[in-house]
């Protein structure tokens, strides 16, 4: 059984079952397409992941058998963006997308039915994709009048070759979950019934390793592909650990205290 984290959210459910956090888009009368209130609430929702030290994993899923999520709500699509209550036309799923790029936790994307469009970026930049038998994958911008060429692009060219990754994006065509298995676009596939017993089993294996060995392991592998703001992922997990040294705190502490640093005391490491 879930635990609701909060219910104060409009367009998602945030819920929790001890060390796990469970994010859903629940519009599923609209295949789970997000607006801007959506995005924001899920850039909300990740963000009380990062900061909750009591959870290691987060699940992202839509509501419902029929979809992950359908990308972009066409309804709100205005000039030069998707637009909310405040009118401003925004991409705001690009942030979203650098938020689970850069969450120090593994985030699995959880995929019942439809993965399609900026939904399917969404599915592409978690770290781990379980999918029910069910589920189907397809970038559908060029048919609506959208592309993805940031992580939709270069990052699905990393994850199953340049060639499939033109492919997808110049056909549109839909792939079954198996096909995309046999892509390595996503890790496992399961009957639609077994799909959130599988993924928390996933969850518990993580659970088991080390926190900080997957935080480094996530920003190491992230780093090449997101260039100098991978590095700085990377290095601001240096400086984190450097931090935690008797080194660095002797230069705070001799600042504080008006004195030299000694900094001869510490090893110099092959
Ligand atoms: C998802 C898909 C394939 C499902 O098809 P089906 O046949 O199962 O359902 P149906 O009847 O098409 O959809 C059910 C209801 O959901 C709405 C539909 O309009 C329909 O509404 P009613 O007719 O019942 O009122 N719906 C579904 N997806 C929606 C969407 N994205 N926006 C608004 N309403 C949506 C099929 O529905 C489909 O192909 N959906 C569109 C997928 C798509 O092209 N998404 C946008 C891609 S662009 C993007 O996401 C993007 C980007 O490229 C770059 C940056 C940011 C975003």
Redesign the pocket.
């Known amino acids: 059984t879930w635990e609701t984290i909060s219910n104060h959210y409009q367009d998602i459910l945030f819920e929790r079952r001890d060390k796990v956090a469970k994010i859903t888009i629940n519009r599923p009368?609209?295949?789970n397409?997000?607006t801007p209130q959506t995005v924001n609430e899920l850039i909300d929702a990740f963000a009380q992941c990062r900061d909750d030290e009591t959870i290691g994993v987060i699940i992202l899923t839509g509501q419902g058998d029929?979809?992950f999520c359908?990308?972009?709500?066409?309804?709100?699509?205005g000039n030069g963006g998707?637009v909310g209550s405040d009118h401003i036309p925004r991409?705001n799923?690009?942030d979203l997308q650098h938020l689970i790029r850069v969450i120090p936790k593994p985030v699995i994307a959880m995929v019942r039915?439809?993965s399609?469009?900026?939904?399917n970026?969404l599915q592409l930049v978690c770290d781990l994709t379980i999918a029910a038998d069910n589920a189907?994958f397809?970038?559908?911008?060029p048919?609506?009048g959208?592309?993805?060429g940031g992580y939709?692009s270069g990052l699905l060219a990393d994850t199953i070759g340049i060639k499939r990754a033109k492919e997808v994006w110049f056909t549109c065509k839909?792939y079954s979950a198996d096909e995309a298995f046999q892509m390595g676009w996503i890790n496992k596939v399961v009957p639609l019934a077994d799909v959130e017993t599988e993924t928390l089993d996933w969850c518990d294996v993580l659970l088991q390793r080390s926190p900080m060995a997957l935080r480094l392991i996530k920003a190491s592998m992230n780093a090449a592909t997101d260039g100098l703001a991978g590095i700085q992922q990377l290095a601001g997990d240096s400086t984190l650990l450097y931090y935690t040294s008797d080194e660095a705190k002797e230069g705070r502490d001799a600042f504080l205290e008006k004195r030299k640093p000694n900094f001869d005391q510490f090893p110099k490491f092959p």
């Open positions: 009368e609209k295949r397409a997000f029929l979809a359908s990308g972009g709500d066409q309804s709100v699509r998707y991409l799923v690009l039915g439809w399609v469009g900026g939904g970026v189907k397809a970038q559908s911008g048919k609506v959208s592309f993805d939709g839909t």
